[in-house]
């Protein structure tokens, strides 16, 4: 919200590069942003603090996760698609 305040570093320990990250477009969970890490997505609270932010791990893939994107409607929904083609 402040052009002038400094980014939030979300540390997250892993030999995987993120391949994509959505912040939550539903005004009932502004604070989540969901990110991903070979086979996982995770999902960041930033309402937490950076040193334990990620609230779930989401692993339903065998291959790399490829995009992530939230439901248009309900925020509870999530959708990912990886090279296993599921």
């Known amino acids: 919200d402040n052009l002038f305040s400094p980014p939030r570093w979300l540390h997250h320990l892993t030999s995987w590069e993120v391949a994509d990250v959505q912040w939550s477009p539903h005004a ?5 942003v969901i ?3 070979n086979q996982k997505a995770l999902l960041w609270n930033l ?4 040193s334990n932010a990620i609230e779930t791990v ?3 893939h065998s291959r790399a996760i490829t995009d992530i994107n939230f439901h248009t409607t309900d925020p509870a929904l999530l ?3 990886s090279i296993d083609s599921y």
């Open 58 to 60: 989401i692993h339903g």
């Open 47 to 50: 309402d937490l603090p950076s």
């Open 28 to 32: 009932a969970t502004p604070n989540w």
């Open 79 to 81: 959708a990912t698609s």
């Open 35 to 37: 990110s991903t890490s």
